[in-house]
């Protein structure tokens, strides 16, 4: 009898995850689709990378703890958003707002919560935009309404959160004061350099555009 809940448990739980990792392939496809398009509308591609990744069952249930949310999937859906993640880096902080605007204006996506770390930090200086989507998956016997994570920030931003996420783990979260202030200000520093490139990047493009660049080896365009 044991074997038997036990058997249907796993079944549960694979079949909780696995609509989780289809649901993200949606949004995946989505997110790649504005990529390669992107590519030929304009000079420079506003996406730079794109990755993903599922929790891990371990970091589910760490979570679940944490929050103190029930063991169970329906809990479990209802509670943990980012079981599916998919993490867009950016050129430009404007990139990071268009491409969270496309996303939100397709109609098979619902918009759960979104969460602007870019115009409010967090106190440490983590900067990014959060967007909680849900997707449709067509699944053989029913429609399931997943749960994704978005996380888009630019290479500057991506490039501190991922030190201070070693760091922090490095710490077990409790990182002395020093290395904290030092983040905050590496955090500025990266702020520094989003607005200067930003800047830079809208010089050369009104420039582009008022005085469009001459071919240099005298080929005709
Ligand atoms: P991991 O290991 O990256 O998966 P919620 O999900 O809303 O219930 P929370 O944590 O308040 O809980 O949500 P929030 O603030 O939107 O953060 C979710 C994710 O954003 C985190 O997932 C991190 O990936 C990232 N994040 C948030 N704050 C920080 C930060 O200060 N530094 C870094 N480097 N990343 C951050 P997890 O599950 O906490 O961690």
Redesign the pocket.
């Known amino acids: 009898e044991q074997r038997a809940a036990l058997s249907t448990a796993r079944d549960e739980l694979t079949r909780f995850v696995m609509a989780y990792q289809f649901g993200m392939e949606e949004m995946l496809t989505k997110v790649n689709i504005l990529k390669d398009e992107f590519h030929y509308v304009h000079d420079y591609n506003p996406i730079e990378h794109v990755s993903s990744r599922l ?1 891990s069952p371990e ?1 589910i249930l760490t ?1 679940a703890l944490r ?1 103190g949310c029930p063991l169970r999937v329906d809990a479990i859906r209802e ?4 079981i599916a ?1 998919i993490r867009i880096t950016c050129s430009f902080i404007a990139d990071t707002y268009t491409i969270r605007d496309m996303l939100m204006a397709q109609e098979d996506v619902t918009v759960v919560e979104v ?1 602007d ?1 870019i115009a409010e930090p ?1 106190g ?1 200086g ?1 900067k ?1 935009l ?1 967007l909680i989507v849900q997707v449709p998956v067509y699944l053989s016997d029913r429609v399931e309404r997943v749960n994704v ?1 978005i ?1 888009i920030r630019t290479i500057a931003m991506d490039f501190w ?2 030190l ?2 070693k760091i ?1 783990y490095k710490y077990d979260g409790d990182v002395p004061q020093t290395l904290l202030d030092e983040l905050r200000d590496a955090a500025d520093a990266a702020n520094r350099l989003d607005v200067k490139m930003e800047r830079l990047h809208q010089e050369v493009s009104t420039l582009h555009q008022e005085q469009p660049a001459t071919s240099t080896d005298g080929a005709q365009p």
């Open positions: 929790k970091g979570k929050k509670q943990i958003f980012d993640g969460k770390y967090k440490n983590y990014s959060h994570e996380q959160a991922s201070e996420h922090y």
